[in-house]
Nanobody, 121 residues
Framework: QVQLVESGGGLVQPGGSLRLSCAAS????????MGWYRQAAGKQRELVAH???????NYVDSVKGRFTISRDNAKNMVFLQMNSLKPEDTAVYYC???????????????WGQGTQVTVSS
C-alpha cells in the first residue's frame, strides 16, 4: 500500500508564499504523474498542476506564472511553490499520484489527505 502525505499548508496574507510538499511512503514504486489538485468550499476538485516522469508540466491557467511544481523522483516527492497568493487560491490542496496501468492510458490514482491553504488578510 502507498500513502501520500502532504505538508506545508497554512494561513498566509494575499501576496504571500507557501511551499507544499508531498511524500510517498509504503510500497516503493514510481508514479507516472504526480501533481496537485485543490477543492474550494462548495466547488469541485480541480487540477492545479501536474508533472510527468518525463518532466512534462501542466498548470491550470489561474496559477500560471505564480505556482511552480517540481519533483524529486529519487525520493518520490512532489512540491508546489506558490507565490503571489490570492484569496481565490484558498482551498484544500491534495497531492495526487497516478500510475498508468494499460496501453490505453487508464490510471490508478493515489491521494493524500489534503492540506488547507487559506489566503486572507
Amino acid at each position: 500500500q502507498v500513502q501520500l502525505v502532504e505538508s506545508g499548508g497554512g494561513l498566509v496574507q494575499p501576496g504571500g508564499s507557501l511551499r507544499l510538499s508531498c511524500a510517498a511512503s509504503g510500497r516503493r514504486f514510481s508514479f507516472d504523474v504526480m501533481g496537485w489538485y485543490r477543492q474550494a468550499a462548495g466547488k469541485q476538485r480541480e487540477l492545479v498542476a501536474h508533472m510527468t516522469s518525463g518532466s512534462t508540466i501542466n498548470y491550470v491557467d489561474s496559477v500560471k506564472g505564480r505556482f511552480t511544481i517540481s519533483r524529486d523522483n529519487a525520493k518520490n516527492m512532489v512540491f508546489l511553490q506558490m507565490n503571489s497568493l490570492k484569496p481565490e487560491d484558498t482551498a484544500v490542496y491534495y497531492c495526487n499520484g497516478k500510475r498508468i496501468v494499460n496501453v490505453e492510458g487508464a490510471t490508478v490514482d493515489y491521494w493524500g489527505q489534503g492540506t488547507q491553504v487559506t489566503v486572507s488578510s
